[in-house]
């Protein structure tokens, strides 16, 4: 049972501040300040009186209204003051101050004198305007008689335009009765009574934000790519109202793994994805509209299916060709015959995204250099095409996330070419060499290699080394 009770304290101070925060409040102290009376007292002279009203209101008003929604704000009459300030033959006497209450009768004695004085009764009239997309509850003014709350229901438009928020003021005035009297031995003698209406400053005003959430549809068309085993995406995004939607951070996922990030309503670059059918899946977060901070757009997906096409055989020569024929040799999926072996569809891969995207173009020295090592060189042998085949499914796993990167963070993608021009200047060499056979592949490779380690790993560790000694 106390455990119970243990978990019910815990649960209901969770929710305590999520209660608090769906309002504000704001205090606002205004005034209102007139000359009631100056009049003319027997033996006494002329005596004039100016009032001044101070009062402290508190609004309570949502954080947010929602589009085509109601919410409540609240208008507290707090603290009030009235400061009757008298002179006497247009010289100062006194002030006197006293606790205000909203339709309740004040009174004080007149300075100087000894049978005079004078009462005021304030009421207090508010009536509440809207600036924007909204509408109030009330179309007249409210005549307000005590220090309690007055609530107002305040409704949102359900298009909101350009507009991210409202404003609700208060517009207010007090209407004053007041009078005096000399107060007689034998009576009472009425020397003035009067009402007058007195106007507040300054208006009180309150901001409030607008939210609209809308609906996206997505929807995904997927074609082959301009090389083998790669494709292009087109994501279309569009509002309830079938409008496009321009977000450039779409994220495409290919068999349930995410690959990149592309543009909506554009067909996107060529992608890698492999040969084979695949299953492409485009999702739009929600996120809010670069136009208008009020408007939200919801998350949307959709998904796909899409054969990547193989590429053909290759086919050496006439007497390759009848061989293959003859041979009755069967690839299976996402392989083809290639020299009466059975070779995988991605082994010649793509182009080199990292590189790509670090030196601009897949038409920059650097980038063609890489491509024509691997077709001249690495593809012209089996032990070339087992190493390529390998190093595809690493160098696949990441690059997309890198190249992304790099085109987001130029500083990044400083720091990227810094890191493999060392290393393509090294591949440089293999262009003036001969790998006619498969032991000079291997040798020559396992020689960059080794070189590579010892300038990445060995001479780094070197240098640390010297400067710890």
């Known amino acids: ?162 507009s991210d928020s409202i404003s609700i003021s208060f517009p207010m005035a007090i209407a004053i009765n007041f009078g005096g009297k000399i ?61 496009n939607i321009s977000f450039n ?31 492409f899946e485009s999702e739009f977060s929600q996120t809010t509209s670069s136009n208008n901070k009020a408007i939200i757009y919801k998350k949307s997906t959709d998904v796909t299916s899409f054969t990547v096409k193989s590429p053909p055989p290759k086919q050496t020569s006439s007497t390759t060709s009848h061989s293959t024929e003859n041979s009755g040799l069967s690839c299976g999926d996402g392989t083809h015959e290639e020299n009466n072996k059975c070779v995988r569809d991605d082994v010649l891969g793509g182009g080199c995204l990292i590189a790509t995207a670090t030196y601009g173009s897949e038409l920059a020295p650097q980038v063609q250099q890489l491509r024509e090592l691997r077709n001249n060189s690495l593809l012209q042998t089996e032990s070339g095409i087992v190493f390529m085949s390998i190093f595809n499914d690493f160098y696949y796993s990441f690059s997309p996330i890198i190249a992304d990167y790099e085109r987001e963070n130029t500083i990044f993608k400083e720091m990227v070419k810094v890191s493999i021009t060392p290393m393509i200047t090294s591949l440089s060499i293999l262009n003036y060499v001969d790998m006619d056979s498969e032991i000079e592949v291997v040798s020559y490779g396992i020689s960059l290699i080794l070189f590579n380690i010892g300038m990445y790993v060995g001479i780094p560790v070197f240098v640390i080394m010297r400067f710890r000694k």
Request: avoid cysteine; proline fraction near 4%.
């Open 183 to 243: 107060n007689l031995y034998i009576t009472d003698y009425t020397i003035l009574e009067d009402k007058i209406l007195v106007q507040i400053k300054p208006t009180i005003s309150e901001k409030i934000p607008l939210e609209k959430f809308v609906n996206t549809n997505m929807s995904i068309d997927v074609k082959d790519g301009s090389k083998v085993g790669f494709v292009k995406v087109f994501p279309k995004v569009t509002d309830s109202s079938g409008k």
């Open 1 to 162: 049972m106390k455990f119970l009770i243990f978990i019910s304290v815990i649960l209901s101070l969770l929710v305590i501040p999520i209660v608090i925060e769906v309002q504000a409040s704001q205090t606002h102290s205004v005034t209102a300040s007139e000359e009631i009376f100056t009049i003319d007292i027997p033996v006494v002279g002329t005596i004039s009186a100016i009032m001044k009203y101070d009062l402290d209101f508190e609004v309570i008003s949502p954080n947010k209204i929602q589009s085509g929604k109601s919410d409540q704000i609240s208008l507290s009459p707090k603290r009030g003051v009235l400061t009757t300030s008298f002179y006497h033959d247009g010289n100062f006497i006194d002030s006197i101050s006293k606790d205000l209450n909203l339709g309740s009768t004040t009174t004080m004695n007149i300075p100087g004198t000894i049978v005079g004085e004078i009462f005021g009764t304030p009421t207090l009239f508010v009536l509440p305007q809207v600036s924007g997309p909204a509408r109030m509850s009330i179309s007249e003014a409210l005549e307000i008689n005590t220090m309690t709350t007055q609530r107002f229901t305040v409704s949102a438009n359900n298009e909101i335009s350009n």
């Open 249 to 279: 951070s779409i994220s495409l996922y290919i068999d349930g793994v995410y690959k990149t990030k592309i543009s909506s309503n554009q067909w996107s670059q060529d992608i890698y994805s492999k040969s084979g059918t695949h299953n």
